[in-house]
């Protein structure tokens, strides 16, 4: 535990003006961002007596060993600046809004020749229309269905829409009303775009005109006896009405605003957002964060606001925001959200009228939202906080284990050996700082000497980290570190605050395996030098957990929570590694000739391929006739059939009751029938992060 008057700037040193700050740990870490209208009267509020600091306040000044600022010219900056470096480093002390969920959108990608009307959720694409988001993923198809009827927008895949083509025939929406079918030619692509742009229309709110269009253009065909189609417009009408009843209005004057509650005690607060698009609510989400420094309702307001439209731009920042409390000052929020929005943003508290009775109903949604969130996050904090306290009792650690590292080897019979290392912080998932390893120091099976290896490599990495920023404390450290085999003779990366690559140091490292595994963990740990971090193992057998030097393990009871957690974090280990050698597997298995050419790509390949049918017309080809291949030039030709010639074929295969040969033609190791990688399907995990 730090003491902030170990880094308390001197006086006078801090600039009285507009500006960000950042608080860093003893590692380099950015654990919290702020502003600040003046950077030295605010600054001077974390230096003061303990006892008089909010306690979660308390705990983020003395977790920090340093603090530093940017001057920026007007408040506007400041926000923005702050917004940026927030989204950058991902503070721990920052107050950070959860989506209770993954909410889904109705999608129309205007991009395509053909747009496509879909249920999205995640990040927004550029080029793509959105409208919710809505509360479940069947609102949005029940309205599509309706719409459907009026606006017959395309709303297959693009594997069934190829095939569609390919085949001349639509599919059963086509063929029933529901789509246009411009798959097959019975409407052109600025007809379709047309009907897309109109059903974005009605989407927006704009649905006056054309219920009055189709009513005229049914009593027109009413005029002229023809009644078919005259009900089939009043069908339509219905089915428009319908689908804007789901929508109540709420504003009578077809207002587009954003409504925001807050519903807060001194530990959470919770967060909810009603979208009001032409008088009717189009969609809702909530957040809920913990409160990690005392903070007004007005600062609240203010980070759900960078939350919420910090991405955003054009229309989707509506022309009014109405919130239970203004940030505090209001005017650069005001200013950034105009500037967002390209156009005047009213931030105000409603006073009076339909907008506050809706502004009551979302604060009883906030409340409602953070009773639910306390139900069943309670036992959940508890759980992780007795699960922490019961690995530091049995393992006598001085303090609980905040950052824990598992690793974990997987191989198939001595081929293909990785190894994972997976990060658990809090008790929870920290899949960024996921990483995973090749074992390169032998070939074979040794589960001990590859945790050797990994535990090495992984450390080592660490300490040459530690002497790059200068944090050795007498100076100096081991000479001439190496990375997995190498001197360092390369900057890992600036000094910016972000998470490095094993920067950080855990509290306790966790191998899958008994006592052979702890004890090459703990030696390699020891070659290091390293003697602050704690190394336990978890056998599979008995759920037996392993410490370094000790004949007998330690029996954590079945029911533990501290055995739950060590159990999860092993299992997750396990996942990772074994996904990641499956993938290395498959690749192996479809390796062919041409993996063997440098600087030859997948998409290279699979052209070579598919312009002459296998590998032996390739391996047969002229350096001419290679060239023709687009992407292909003189160079790349000439080293693909030296490449080739080197793996020559086997001899060919005799069948030995006719004596002939077989002369059969080398499989295509490219891909399957459709161009694709016959492995289409596997897990695609890269470091850090899973799809």
Known sequence: MADPSSYRPRPGEIPDSPGVYRFRDEHRRVIYVGKAKSLRQRLANYFQDLANLHPRTRTMVTTAASVEWTVVSTEVEALQLEYSWIKEFDPRFNVKYRDDKSYPYLAVTMSEEFPRVQVMRGHKKKGVRYFGPYGHAWAIRDTVDLLLRVFPVRTCSAGVFKNATRTGRPCLLGYIGKCSAPCVGRITPEEHRDLAEEFCDFMAGRTGTYLRRLEKQMMEAAEEMEYERAARLRDDIEALKKAMEKNAVVLADATDADLIAVAED?????????????????????????????????????HALQQLYGEEKGDAVPKEVLVPALPEPVEPVQEWLTGRRGSHVSLRIPQRGDKKALMETVQRNALQSLVLHKTKRASDLTTRSRALEEIAEALDLDSAPLRIECYDISHLQGDDVVASMVVFEDGLQRKSEYRRFQIKGFAGQDDVRSMHEVIS???????????????????????D??????????????????????????????????????????????????????????????????????????????????LYLLQRVRDEAHRFAITYQRTKRAKRFRAGPLDDVPGLGETRKQALIKHFGSVKKLRSATIEQIQEVPGIGRKTAETIAVVLARAAPAAPAVNTATGEIID???????????GEPVTAGLPDERRGQET
């Open 266 to 302: 001194e530990l959470e607060a919770a967060v909810q957002i009603f979208h009001v698009r032409g008088g009717r609510v189009r969609g809702q989400r909530g957040w809920v964060t913990d409160k990690v420094e005392e903070v007004t309702t007005g600062a609240l307001v203010e």
């Open 481 to 562: 570190p190496l990375i997995d085999g190498d001197p360092v003779t390369v900057a890992l990366k600036d000094d910016d605050g972000r998470p490095r690559k094993f920067a950080y140091p855990p509290q306790l490292v966790v191998v899958d395996g008994g006592q052979p595994q702890v004890a090459a963990a703990r030696r390699a740990l020891d070659e290091l030098g390293i003697d602050d971090i704690a190394v336990c193992g978890l056998a599979k057998r008995l759920e037996e957990v392993w410490v370094p030097g000790e004949d007998d393990p330690v029996v954590l009871p079945r029911t533990s929570e501290g």
């Open 457 to 479: 490599r992984r450390f080592r990495r660490y300490l040459a980290e530690k002497e790059r920023t200068g944090e050795w404390a007498d100076g100096a450290g081991p000479e």
């Open 664 to 674: 059969d033609e080398e499989p295509d190791t490219t891909g399957g029938s459709s």
